[in-house]
């Protein structure tokens, strides 16, 4: 499962999009951070490694609905839109 997993201070939500078992718990220990999200900044921070989250899907991986609106939403790098 790709999803989010909160960190940062009470009140100041920071997120880590994190690859892990989706029986674990939101904070548990992930197979690997694939970008960073920040709601705080304005616009809202995103930062994603598009490559391994889509690698990730290819071996089976679900991402969450926010996780979806988050790709959807964040510009593709300039590299990946000339190629």
């Not at 991402?63 to 939403?73: I, N, P, R």
Request: aromatic fraction near 4%.
């Amino acid at each position: 499962m790709i999803r989010l997993a909160r960190v940062g201070a009470r009140k100041q939500p920071y997120y880590r999009v994190v690859v892990i078992d989706k029986e674990r718990a939101r904070n548990g220990r992930a197979l690997e951070v694939v970008g960073l999200y920040n709601p705080r900044t304005s616009p809202a921070t995103v930062d994603l490694k598009r490559e391994r989250i889509e690698h990730w899907v290819s071996k089976g991986a679900q991402m969450s609905d926010t996780v979806g609106k988050l790709m959807s939403k964040a510009p593709a790098p300039a590299a990946e839109t000339a190629a």
